[in-house]
């Protein structure tokens, strides 16, 4: 019954690849998100999609695409990796885009870029 | 597990005492705060919000204050338990963006001894 999952867990590629990583929820939300967190624990904001459709898009190589095929999914995926790109990666969930809506976080897939 | 030298502010307390969590957010304009819990290896979990037009806040052994003169948030844990060690995020948003945009503090690992 786990409410947002990520798919993998742990991801460990060569720079250049081209990787995916998928989010699922089961929550009946319409809006939901991927962040970025850096070694340092910093958590950034990188995509939200509302009902399929992107309304942020904060600043993000266009190496990375999500893409939405319904409301309860969100996957990201990233072309030509780079050691950069080395975090872990939430996908998290929300009802509504409203602010005051909680949003509920996946556990995060651990990206290495060797 | 953490990194080795992750540099995150650290707060070491004993079970039973009472812990107090600091942070300074960036925007004055923003209206509304979120604490996040995130434990290791899991993703942030919501804690506690808290509206500009307020100034205290209590959950269960939760208390969040807010001083918007200065801009500075805390988190009030009663009586911390080991299940509360974790690393805690502060989160600020403006509502009227219309859109669930959180910006994230640089976070506070709390480590509880028995």
């Known amino acids: 019954d786990t409410a947002v999952s990520q798919t993998p867990k742990y991801l460990v590629t060569q720079m250049g690849n081209d990787k995916s990583i998928k989010c699922e929820q089961n929550l009946g939300h319409d809006t939901m998100y991927w962040y970025k967190q850096d070694s340092k624990k910093f958590l950034k904001i990188m995509f939200s999609y509302n009902n399929k459709e992107l309304i942020i898009n904060e600043t993000v190589p266009n190496r990375f695409s999500p893409k939405s095929p319904d409301k309860a999914h969100l996957n990201l995926h990233i072309n030509s990796l780079e050691l950069g790109d080395s975090a872990v990666y939430f996908c998290?969930?929300?009802?509504?885009?409203?602010?005051?809506?909680?949003?509920?976080f996946g556990p995060g897939t651990r990206l290495t870029v060797l | 597990g953490e990194s080795v030298g992750l540099h995150l502010p650290t707060l070491s307390v004993q079970e039973g005492d009472n812990s107090i969590i600091n942070c300074a957010y960036s925007?004055?304009?923003?209206?509304?705060f979120i604490w996040y819990k995130q434990e290791s290896g899991k993703g942030p979990q919501f804690i506690i919000d808290?509206?500009?037009?307020?100034d205290k806040r209590q959950g269960q052994r939760v208390t969040v204050l807010l001083n918007k003169t200065v801009k500075h948030l805390s988190l009030q844990i009663a009586a911390t338990q080991p299940g509360d060690s974790a690393v805690y995020f502060c989160?600020?948003?403006?509502?009227?963006?219309?859109?669930?945009?959180?910006?994230f503090g640089k976070g506070t690992m709390l480590l509880v001894s028995p």
């Open positions: 989160a600020e948003t403006l509502v009227n963006s219309g859109y669930s945009t959180l910006t």
């Open positions: 925007n004055s304009a923003s209206d509304y």
């Open positions: 998290a969930s929300s009802q509504d885009r409203v602010p005051y809506n909680e949003q509920f």
């Open positions: 808290i509206r500009s037009n307020m």
